[in-house]
Structure formats: C-alpha cells, structure tokens
C-alpha cells in the first residue's frame, strides 16, 4: 500500500458477493496509479486496516464510478473505512448532461474502449478467480484517471461538482434492520386478502431466518414473486407447496414441509 500512497491521484472500485452471500463480504479491492494497476485480495489472511492510509488520506484524491450507490457504504461497513478527497466520474458525466452514465458508456465514448459488464454480479467471494475475472476487474479502474481528466474539461462548474462530491463523505450508510411489516412492500402484497397477508408475512419472516441461517441474499431461499404465489394460493398439503419450488428444489421435502408448517401456522393463528 505504501507504493499507491506516493500518488496524489488513484482510481478505485471494489467487488463484492452480495447477490451470493447475506452477509456480504468485500472480495476484491482495485487501485490504478499513473503507472499500474493493483488487485488486492481483500479475503485473504491480511490487514484490512492497512486500506485506511490511502481512502482516508485527504491528499490523496480516489477516483470512483458511482461510489454512493454502494461502494462508500460497504466500505464503511465492513472494514470502518470512511473515504475522503472523492472523484465521481458518473457524477461528474449527469453534470454535463451526459444521459448514459454507465462506466461501460463513458469509456467506449471517450476511449473507444468496449469493456464487458458480464462478471459484474458474479461471486468473487469464489477463490481462485478465474483470469477473465481479474482481466475484468483491472478494466474497471484502468481508465479512470484519463476519464477523470477529460470530465473535468467539459464540467461548466467545478466548484458545484465539488460540492456534491464533498457531501458524499457525509453520507453513513445506515445498517440494515429487518422490518417484518416491509412485506407489503412486496408486489401484489396489498391486494390480497387479511388472510393471505397473514401468510404472506409468516413467509416473509420465515425467508429472513432462513437467510440468515444459511448465510444467503434472502431472494436466493425464496423470490418474492414466489412468496406472494403462496399466500395467494390455498395450500392444502405439502404436496401443493411442491409446483412452486421447481423441479429440483420441489424435491426437498424438509424445505416443503418448513415453508408449508409456517403458511399452516398463519392459518391457525386466527
């Protein structure tokens, strides 16, 4: 980390396995200098507090693509860091009055450079990473301080560009509390009747154990499309609950017997 920190000037992205783990995990830090790209392993057996001297260096300016959507927030989350000094190339590309902000957009316009977005919600908490995988990740950094440099020249204001940039810091991501009653924010969820709610939220907090139990994004134990078929459809006996759970997972009679025990339990519980 000591070679990134002589750099006044760094881009940035990270990849992580939120859509294959509940608590997800920081798999993959990148860093690009002037001069080379690094890929450090944020699983492996090393130091997480060793990152906090570059994001936390105000003299160091991080260059990221759309980091308040996510990035800054995990950041902060798993390893306590809290960047400083940030660079948003989409932010800075809405400003302009650019209408497609995507990193892949941006650098096959001003680069001519076509990168693929494939590997974007793979699990890179998967060791080893394939090489197409690291090819992908360098690309994601590669070109962001000649992209910062360019944006720069179209900005109209940087000052407000700054400002907005600045605020980012602020920003704590908030941790993430379970709500039994976000249910209802299930599509079709209010359109059912008080029974079929009752079981749809059973469901729901069912779902969120199960999850947690297996360590597992909550939509990969059950699709809220899936949750609302349920409760919407009279359940008789396991085998009903079957032809919901496709062939495979349908096979699983533990899993039939767990999702049809909680739907029986929110029948009776009048």
Known sequence: MEDIQQYDTIGVDLEANSFYRYYEQICLVQFATPSKIYLVDTLADVDHSLLKPVFENSSIEKIFHDPVSYDIGILKQKFSIYPVNIFDTQLAARLIGIRRLGLDFLLDKYFGVKITKKFKKADWGKRPLPKEWLVYAANDVRYLIELKALLLEELDSVGVFRDKCKQMEKIVRKTKVFNPEKYLNLRGARN?????????????????REARKRGRPPFMVLQPSTLVALAEKEVFTIDDVKPFLGKKRGKNQNLCQAIFDVIQSAKNDE
Do not use: H, M
């Not at 079981?199 to 779902?207: A, E, T």
């Open 192 to 208: 059912l009747s008080e029974q079929q709610r009752k079981i749809l939220k059973n469901l729901y907090v069912w779902r969120e």
